[in-house]
């Protein structure tokens, strides 16, 4: 929970973290120490001084570090697992779903573990994605529609078995698609992160919400012209985010654009964690502001109202989250506080 200096509670949702294990032990081969690093990059580039971790720790950090950057420390009230599997380059899946599930046993009021599919796997991966909801009982999915396999460097949702998968998702009920559309990482394909085929996915599929997250950095203009058109289509922030920081003016354009293109009902916060600590991104946040020329050109401006709705109110809703019962579930009873 985070609290304004006039003493307004603001209950805060993220809805882009993972556990991940990026270690030379679980490295299959170059490729996987390539993307950690690349991973790392990000961080350093993009992160107050004073938030930077070791290259060790960032590699694989632990659920307690998890716990306190993001819960404890972080002004975080509940947070969403978006796991990304990488089996070429990793031993174990680098964010494994079922490393996810013991945190989510552990604290379930306070974390939500989502599911990830890959069309290529066929039937077979049907058959895992019903395992995925009759176990885990998930929510959501996340895509990474650049991950290799085998001589493939990537596929698309328009692809034929994309639309079976996503036609499973709405059988089981797992209506949230979050797809990580935009920025590359070493040395996976960026043409395969296109934001491009989300058009036609949402179109053919207009009871699943997709959650587009980094909102197709840089392609910020096609994703805002689909977005604009497919009204369940919605930007994720994860990546935006640490822009507040180290380029302000760039992150306030790319905010005022969202907000003149969609609107704010359709974008969520998300601090990309383990990359960045939820804790300083929520402050930047709360304390920004637009310059008054992108106020004038754009006619939009970021409201307390409306940073509220980034925090948490608009991912509860395609969660189904209510947020007064889990604010009194988790600030007023003691059983529901949490400790690393």
């Known amino acids: 929970m985070f609290k304004t200096s006039n003493g307004e509670e603001i209950f805060v949702i993220d809805g882009h973290i993972a556990m991940w294990d990026g270690s030379p032990e679980n490295q299959l081969n170059r490729h996987g120490e390539e993307f950690i690093s690349c991973f790392y990059d990000y961080h350093k580039n993009l992160s107050p001084k004073e938030y930077l971790w070791d290259y060790e720790k960032f ?3 632990t659920p307690e570090d998890l716990v306190k950057d993001v819960i404890v420390d972080g002004y975080v009230d509940m ?35 989502n599911g990830s599919f890959d069309p290529r796997d066929g039937e077979r991966g049907l058959v895992y994605l019903e395992y995925l909801k009759e176990t885990h009982n998930i929510q959501g999915i996340k ?5 290799w396999r085998g001589a493939s460097k990537g596929y698309k949702l328009t692809d034929d078995w994309s639309q079976r998968y996503l036609e499973k998702c709405l059988e089981l009920g797992i209506k949230n698609i979050h797809v990580h559309k935009g920025p590359t990482i070493t040395p996976l394909n960026r043409d395969a992160f296109d934001v491009a085929d989300i ?37 994720g922030l994860s990546v935006v985010m640490p822009f507040i920081h180290s380029r302000p003016r760039y992150f306030a354009e790319i905010m005022s654009e969202l ?56 991912i509860a809703r395609l969660y189904g989250i209510d947020i007064e019962k889990q604010k009194s579930l988790l600030w007023n009873n003691k059983k529901a506080s949490i400790k690393v």
């Not at 978006?82 to 306070?110: C, M, S, W």
């Not at 895509?143 to 991950?147: C, E, S």
């Open 59 to 61: 590699r694989k950090y």
């Open 79 to 113: 947070a969403i697992f978006q796991p990304v599997f990488l089996t070429e380059f990793y031993k174990k899946p680098f964010g494994d779903i079922e490393v996810n599930a013991q945190l989510v046993k552990k604290h379930p009021e306070r974390f939500i573990s």
């Open 143 to 147: 895509l990474y529609t650049a991950d």
């Open 199 to 235: 058009d036609q996915a949402a179109s053919l599929n207009p009871d699943l919400n997709f959650i587009v997250e980094h909102c197709g950095l840089p392609r910020l203009e096609d994703f805002c012209w689909i977005a604009t058109q497919e009204k369940n289509v919605y930007a």
């Open 259 to 314: 907000l003149y293109w969609l609107d704010e009902d359709r974008i969520i916060f998300g601090s990309d964690y383990g990359i960045w600590e939820p804790k300083w991104l929520i402050e930047k946040f709360m304390a920004f502001e637009f310059p008054d020329d992108i106020k004038q050109e754009t006619g939009t401006d970021l409201t307390l109202s409306i940073k509220k709705k980034i925090l948490g109110e608009n």
